[in-house]
T-cell receptor, first 114, second 115 residues
Framework: QKEVEQDPGPLSVPEGAIVSLNCTYS??????FMWYRQYSRKGPELLMY????GNKEDGRFTAQVDKSSKYISLFIRDSQPSDSATYLC??????????????FGKGTKLSVIP | EAGVAQSPRYKIIEKRQSVAFWCNPI?????LYWYQQILGQGPKLLIQ????????DSQLPKDRFSAERLKGVDSTLKIQPAKLEDSAVYLC?????????????FGSGTRLTVV
């Protein structure tokens, strides 16, 4: 079983739809949970990060963490064509000797159709 | 603030050849990372530097990959000899401090194709 599982999609939705993206994980040592957005031929850029279980909202984006179920979600409200990108979940843990591991999911490719 | 600079953007080489990638992190960022992203996969950490010292290179294939950050600023990643399975995007990232989980800034990457 991989440490982080993410459905690669692709996911195609009409403009204005609510998008739900999810990841599960197996490593209880993960402390921070992040969502990155990656446009084609660009590096990942941080969208949101959370530490504790619960919800965190930033504009049209809501990140949700359920540590008991080892499950995280990203919701995008009123999706726009500019949201079309690959969304990567990432999880961070201290791995010892000054090393900090950021483990990524495979990414979900999202297309928002006008 | 200037971002993480990487060059070249694209590289095509034949198997068994050597190749080098360059990264210049954000000014003042002590921690530098090299990631490998194979098509359809998430980035995988290859090596982490703190200033000019290696903190974690446990996933670096040391028989063919090497990396250095001599003056604690820019870094090079080398592959010698390259294999077909090395075809990927090589991403460099930097952060101000090692423990800042949300502080990674990525470059646009170098896309390597090995034929």
């Amino acid at each position: 079983q991989k440490e982080v599982e993410q459905d690669p999609g692709p996911l195609s939705v009409p403009e204005g739809a609510i998008v739900s993206l999810n990841c599960t994980y197996s490593n209880s040592a993960f402390q921070y949970f992040m969502w990155y957005r990656q446009y084609s031929r660009k590096g990942p850029e941080l969208l949101m990060y959370t530490y504790s279980s619960g919800n965190k909202e930033d504009g049209r984006f809501t990140a949700q963490v359920d540590k008991s179920s080892k499950y995280i979600s990203l919701f995008i409200r009123d999706s726009q064509p500019s949201d079309s990108a690959t969304y990567l979940c990432a999880m961070w843990a201290y791995s010892g000797a000054g090393s900090y591991q950021l483990t990524f999911g495979k990414g979900t490719k999202l297309s928002v159709i006008p | 603030e200037a971002g993480v600079a990487q060059s070249p953007r694209y590289k095509i080489i034949e198997k068994r050849q050597s190749v080098a990638f360059w990264c210049n992190p954000i000014s003042g960022h002590a921690t530098l990372y090299w990631y490998q992203q194979i098509l359809g996969q998430g980035p995988k950490l290859l090596i982490q530097f703190q200033n000019n010292g290696v903190v974690d290179d446990s996933q670096l294939p040391k028989d063919r990959f090497s990396a250095e950050r001599l003056k604690g600023v820019d870094s090079t990643l080398k592959i010698q000899p390259a294999k077909l399975e090395d075809s990927a995007v090589y991403l460099c990232a930097s952060s101000l401090v090692a423990g800042l989980s949300y502080g990674y800034t990525f470059g646009s990457g170098t896309r390597l194709t090995v034929v």
